[in-house]
């Protein structure tokens, strides 16, 4: 029956090939298929940017001026849906006042536990609220830091004044603000500032509004003597002027942060901190694990407050449920993982009663020790049985086995996908001749040859964060993976503690790439260069003429190939450019070709198509690479600001597939990525240790932890619970250890007997 599923009719959205749909409501779907066949297209982009955009048209214009706006989805027809909550993979971010506890109102309830039943009493529940100027504290303002200069990068100690010992700007020879040093009469101005005297370096960094005694003529009579840091600080750091905004590169080169000297971090003034239930005030709570906070919240028995206790342990056993035990109310939002943060947002929803809702998730595996994922799972079955409709997007074989319904997409990527190849269950699913379904019946087996290690990276004594103090050898020559349960202290190992004893190792992540809307990977490889002196030379003109950001660009989108026109409170209409048609570049430039082909059309090229086109040798071992590293589908012009973050990181892997002797690390590399992607992936890891190279990968990934020569495994949990290293030795000892989680679902993985939890 139609009003029993979703139906939608003639999707033609971004690579979508016209489809027709009917997605059973009440119950779980998972959207499978590889990397850009268009389950995102489907599932993000059509189904619920609909449901929102006919949600948000319930309001007035003055609320829909503030909310999110969403444009009409290329379809025919889309009957049957229902309210949409979307769980994506966008960071949470916002600024030092956004914590953890804050975003998913934990922290609202616990000053509200504090303003009724701690002692002694110091005010109703605003006070507790490091954003209320009643409870913050004044010196950092209810940041727990505070900006300070680094007297190191503000002072080259090896120069005078005179020859420019004051790095910030303004303050160099000829600078204007300099002259209230060199005239003050306090200094030698040709003196090196290592040469200074305590008092006097004292003087010219921190003396604060004092009168000049013996200045020179060209002192203001009127003026006091500002030091460095203060006259910096009440300049620059203080003020939201102009002089902020033009400088604010610069300032960041110069400021640090540091702990409050007065609050030591804890953001309240001591009258609240004094404040305490059970011996504990509310900044020692925040500070604990979210697990722990628990327990301690289950001590507390004050009829009074029954209500706020009962609702605080269903929050945050919500927390410990989706495996966000290990993490503090505290922690920042900005902190937090695309994983941890789509984590976050569940918590939110859990709590409520509304039934008959559409929830939209995007990967919930990512980030998750296979040990988790059950716990994702169940929490998806608790939002179906509720009376909701649960669609995932989703690769891990974990989630795709508790559909109710799947629908597979394909058969490839980019303008090779965007087909529906498979709509059932499970078992139709692993019968199924499509990629996804040989790889959900494919038999997993440990690397049967592993290499030997060439010497060892030695870490000793790491104590940070939750590390304790632990020692561990890394072998060299080989692919080592680290995993444990997020956590447990992999990248605080890896990321953190390495480089300080080796400092020369490379960090191929998800960050780093500048992935604006004019940045994409023809640019970012460094080919587009050599593809535009290829049509400069066979054309006889100028190479400037190619560039999108020059010469050539289309005078009406200058380069863009779409206009954007604000309309107030209704959506931003995104349209082809009129004038060049979307491609980007004037008339003329277009009448320029390279083998029968305009710049414009081989921008629109896949790296799988540019392969078969460019013969030149420095383009042709570019976009081999790019290839090799399973990025087939993505245009040559395609944005790198509309990559997600496992393609970017793949991208950056591509650009050392020629080098050797290095030293890598990659941080989950597998995100995002199908199984049979991941098949290309392990060869392209392969690929880095034949070069003589030592990789480290951090990684979940049951499929890559199979073919690790080497596995250091964390644990046995996470935060404090965790930071100890479990195993350290070959894949094949693993599966024998009981006490590693690791151990256990990799036992299981590959068949063999498991002690992991069973699922209820």
Same mark, same amino acid.
């Given at each position: ?7 939608v009719s ?15 409501k009440?119950?779980i779907?998972?959207?499978t298929?590889?990397?850009g ?7 993000f982009?059509t189904?619920?940017?609909e ?8 309001y ?16 025919d027809? =889309? ?10 993979? @966008?960071?949470?971010?916002?600024n ?5 506890g804050t975003?998913?109102?934990? !922290?609202?309830?616990?000053r509200?536990?504090f303003?009724? =039943? ?7 529940s ?27 990068r503000?002072l ?8 420019g010992a ?8 000829g600078?204007?603000?300099?002259t ?10 040709? @003196?090196k500032?290592?040469?200074y005297?305590?008092e ?5 960094l921190y003396?604060d509004k004092i009168k ?6 060209e002192?203001?009579?009127?003026s006091? !003597?500002?030091?460095?840091i203060p ?9 939201? %002027? ?10 960041k ?5 540091q ?7 804890a953001?309240?003034? %001591? ?7 059970h011996?504990?005030?509310i900044v ?7 697990v ?19 609702e605080?342990?269903n ?5 410990v ?14 902190t937090?993982?695309g ?11 859990l709590?409520?009663?509304?039934t008959?809702l ?6 919930p595996s990512i ?10 799972n169940?929490l998806?079955?608790?939002?179906? %049985? ?5 669609l ?5 074989p ?9 629908v597979?997409?394909g058969?490839?990527a ?7 190849? !498979?709509?059932?269950d ?6 199924a001749n ?10 997993p087996?440990?690397k049967?040859?592993v290499r ?6 030695s ?18 020559g080989?692919?080592?993976v ?6 447990s202290?992999?990248?605080?190992l ?7 004893? !080796? ?8 960050n780093g790439?500048?992935a ?9 490889t460094?080919?587009f ?7 400069a030379?066979q054309?006889?003109v ?7 950001n ?9 380069g863009?190939g ?5 309309l ?17 570049f004037? %008339?003329?430039?277009?009448?320029y @070709?390279l083998?029968?082909k ?6 629109k ?7 078969n086109?460019f ?7 570019v976009i ?6 399973g990025?087939?589908?993505?245009s ?12 970017l990181?793949?991208?950056?892997l591509?650009?050392e597939?020629?080098?050797d002797?290095?030293?890598y690390v990659l941080d989950?590399p597998?995100?995002?990525m199908h199984?049979a ?15 003589n ?21 964390l644990?046995p ?15 094949k ?7 590693s989680?690791?151990g256990?679902?990799?036992a299981q ?7 992991c939890?069973?699922?209820?």
């Amino acid at each position: 029956m139609l009003d029993n599923c979703i139906y939608v009719s003639g999707a033609r959205e971004r690579n979508l090939k016209n489809i027709h749909i009917k997605i059973p409501k009440k119950r779980i779907t998972v959207f499978t298929g590889v990397s850009g066949s268009g389950k995102s297209s489907l599932v993000f982009d059509t189904i619920a940017a609909e449901s929102q955009r006919q949600l948000n048209e319930t309001y007035n214009s003055f609320i829909r001026h503030r909310m999110p706006h969403y444009g009409k989805p290329d379809v025919d027809r =889309i009957e049957n849906l229902s309210v949409a909550f979307v769980m994506n993979q @966008k960071r949470l971010g916002g600024n030092a006042r956004s914590t953890v506890g804050t975003v998913t109102d934990i !922290y609202s309830l616990l000053r509200l536990l504090f303003s009724r =039943i701690g002692k002694p009493f110091v005010g109703y529940s605003d006070v507790f609220s490091f954003n209320n100027p009643v409870g913050m504290c004044n010196t950092c303002q209810g940041l727990g830091e505070i900006e300070t200069i680094d007297i190191e990068r503000l002072l080259d100690k090896n120069r005078s004044l005179s020859e420019g010992a004051v790095r910030f700007p303004t303050f160099e020879p000829g600078g204007w603000r300099l002259t209230r040093y060199i005239y003050s009469g306090f200094f030698d101005n040709d @003196k090196k500032i290592q040469d200074y005297s305590n008092e006097a370096l004292d003087l010219l960094l921190y003396a604060d509004k004092i009168k000049v005694k013996n200045p020179t003529t060209e002192w203001h009579k009127t003026s006091l !003597y500002e030091g460095l840091i203060p006259r910096i600080q009440r300049s620059f750091l203080k003020k939201e %002027d102009g002089e902020k905004v033009k400088y604010s590169k610069d300032i960041k080169n110069f400021v640090i942060k540091q702990s409050c000297p007065l609050c030591h971090g804890a953001r309240l003034n %001591d009258k609240v901190l004094s404040c305490k239930v059970h011996e504990k005030n509310i900044v020692e709570c925040t500070d604990m694990q979210v697990v722990n906070l628990l327990e301690f919240v289950q001590t507390i028995h004050v009829p009074v407050a029954a209500t706020i206790i009962s609702e605080l342990i269903n929050r945050l056993e919500h927390m410990v449920t989706i495996g966000l035990g290990y993490l503090s109310l505290n922690r920042e939002t900005a902190t937090l993982s695309g994983g941890e943060s789509q984590r976050i947002k569940m918590v939110r929803q859990l709590g409520n009663s509304l039934t008959d809702l559409t929830y939209i998730f995007d990967e919930p595996s990512i980030g998750l020790h296979p040990y988790d994922i059950s716990k994702i799972n169940t929490l998806m079955k608790l939002l179906r %049985d509720k009376g909701n409709t649960v669609l995932i997007v989703e690769h891990d074989p974990d989630i795709i086995k508790i559909a109710d319904h799947i629908v597979d997409m394909g058969p490839g990527a980019g303008t090779q996908g965007g087909q529906i190849l !498979y709509e059932g269950d499970l078992k139709g699913l692993e019968e199924a001749n499509t990629l996804t379904g040989r790889y959900l019946s494919y038999q997993p087996k440990l690397k049967q040859s592993v290499r030997m290690p060439k010497g060892w990276l030695s870490i000793q004594n790491a104590k940070l964060h939750n590390l304790k103090n632990i020692s561990v050898e890394i072998p060299k020559g080989v692919m080592t993976v680290v995993t444990g349960v997020a956590g447990s202290g992999k990248s605080t190992l890896i990321n953190q503690v390495l480089p300080q004893f !080796y400092p020369e190792i490379i960090f191929i992540d998800q960050n780093g790439v500048p992935a604006s809307k004019r940045s994409n990977i023809a640019t970012y490889t460094g080919i587009f260069d050599i593809i535009r002196k290829l049509f400069a030379t066979q054309n006889g003109v100028n190479a400037s003429l190619f560039s999108f950001n020059s010469k050539g660009a289309c005078p009406a989108c200058k380069g863009l190939g779409v206009t954007y026109t604000d309309l107030a409170f209704m959506d931003t209409i995104v349209t082809m450019c009129e004038e060049c048609n979307g491609n980007r570049f004037n %008339d003329e430039v277009l009448q320029y @070709k390279l083998r029968g082909k305009n710049i414009s059309e081989v921008l629109k090229m896949t790296v799988g198509e540019a392969l078969n086109f460019f013969y030149e040798k420095a383009i042709s071992k570019v976009i081999k690479r790019l290839s090799d590293i399973g990025i087939d589908y993505i245009s040559l012009g395609q944005p790198l600001n509309t990559l997600s973050g496992g393609e970017l990181q793949r991208i950056k892997l591509a650009s050392e597939l020629e080098n050797d002797g290095q030293i890598y690390v990659l941080d989950e590399p597998s995100t995002g990525m199908h199984m049979a992607d991941i098949k290309q992936l392990i060869g392209v890891l392969e690929h880095l240790v034949e070069q003589n190279s030592t990789l480290i990968v951090i990684e979940h990934n049951l499929t890559v932890i199979c073919q690790a020569d080497w596995i250091i495994d964390l644990g046995p949990n996470a935060g404090g619970n965790g930071g100890r290293i479990m195993f350290s030795g070959l894949p094949k000892d693993l599966i024998e250890n009981h006490e590693s989680l690791t151990g256990r679902c990799l036992a299981q993985y590959i068949k063999e007997e498991c002690k992991c939890p069973q699922k209820n």
